[in-house]
């Protein structure tokens, strides 16, 4: 993921409030420092650990198939930049499922280094290509990053969010979306790119919620959740500033998770039997 100069600097001049920004700040300076935080960020060099399989296999009962789980999005989906499967959100959120609903998990990830909002449609696609049948019971998302690097409008980026999770909801997938982080907390990106970067981060990760919740989602806003504890901890960010650490994936699962195993519950035929219990009816 990287700033265009050029584009940034353009969006800086058409956006509301970038007239102001620029009024203090050259377009040159602007252009300066996303050609500066594209150098430091440097492009992506390494693939993401492979987490699919099967989670929780000893929990497994006669004839229960497992719960089945996908992700997709972009590299912060993909786990970029750790080095053991289970480091990578997916794994995280599977492990985590197990705990949770005391079944076992099977885990895809269709996720890809460098997706803008556009690619979800392979990837639901490849999701959906053996029938409902097998199609996932539950879906993260997390996306939004490349589109604000590469100023995608936001409204078509959010547009095909919303596409993709109704697709999904089609066919019986419960889907929690992480949306856009806040960008204002990379180290590398100075201002007044920071300002901007939070600017368009904000806003698109706005009308994301509005498209997940109109198509039968849920929304978890990552930028607002997340992003002063990612402003004032350096540790939860990886060697390129950019994507998160070990322990940053961790942090940013933690946000997803509640939504996440909620709907798995509801997936879960002994929720009622658990619920009767504990109500004594």
Known sequence: MSFSPRKAAAAALMSGGGLTVLAGASVGLVMAEAKLARRTIGPALSVPPAADGLYGEHLARDGERPLRLAM???????????????????????????????????????????????????????????????????????????????????????????????RLRAVGCEVVVGTCPDLGTIRPVQLPLRWLARRWSRQLALLQGHAVTGAGGSSVPVGTLLGPEFAARAELFGPDRFHPSAEGYQTAVSALLPSLASAAWRLTPHTAIGFAALTGE
Do not use: K, W
């Not at 053996?130 to 959010?158: C, F, K, S, W, Y």
């Open 72 to 166: 997709l999005g972009d590299s912060t989906a993909a786990g970029y930049g750790v080095e053991r499967p289970e480091q990578t959100p997916g794994a995280l959120l599977a492990g985590s499922l197990v705990a949770h609903t005391g079944r076992p998990v099977l885990f895809r990830s269709e996720a890809r280094v460098g997706a803008c909002s556009e690619e979800l449609a392979g990837q639901v696609d490849r999701l959906l290509e053996d029938g409902p049948e097998h199609a996932p019971q539950l879906a993260a998302v997390i996306i939004g990053a490349n589109d604000v690097t590469h100023r995608m409008p936001p409204r078509e980026a959010a547009r095909q969010l919303g596409e993709a999770v109704s």
